[in-house]
């Protein structure tokens, strides 16, 4: 059964940056698609960013876009997620997904991670 585990979240101020990790285990790593997805309080779940499984294209919610990156790296099992510039708007749980399917609304994602909580104060 595969296994989704994040890192690197945490209390920043406005205008620092994290990199988030989730590493996986249990799946065939590069057969899929990650992604992140957030929830902020009192929100409902959603898209941040998405990867292929080659790592050729990645999708990005336009909140993110121009100012978030996602990678991965297929040999380390691992998809990364660069925040920069982080604002506080951005506080959230951040959950690891993946997909089989390259798709990234909620029916397709086949495994999540338990999430990793950042929090960003002005």
């Known amino acids: 059964q595969g296994q989704l585990v994040e890192s690197g979240g945490g209390l920043v101020q406005a205008g620092g940056s994290l990199r988030l990790a989730c590493a996986a285990s249990?799946?065939?790593?590069?057969?899929?698609?990650m992604g992140w997805f957030r929830q902020a309080p009192g929100k409902e779940r959603e898209f941040v960013a998405a990867?292929?499984?080659?790592?050729?294209?990645?999708y990005y919610a336009d909140s993110v876009k121009g100012r978030f990156t996602i990678s991965r790296d297929n040999a380390k099992n691992t998809v990364y997620l660069q925040m920069p510039s982080l604002k506080p708007e951005d506080t959230a749980v951040y959950y690891c997904?993946?997909?089989?399917?390259?798709?990234?609304?909620?029916?397709?994602?086949?495994?999540w991670g338990k999430g990793t909580l950042v929090t960003v104060s002005s």
């Open positions: 249990g799946l065939t790593f590069s057969a899929v698609a």
């Open positions: 990867i292929s499984w080659s790592g050729g294209r990645t």
């Open positions: 997904a993946a997909s089989f399917e390259e798709r990234f609304r909620e029916q397709y994602i086949s495994y």
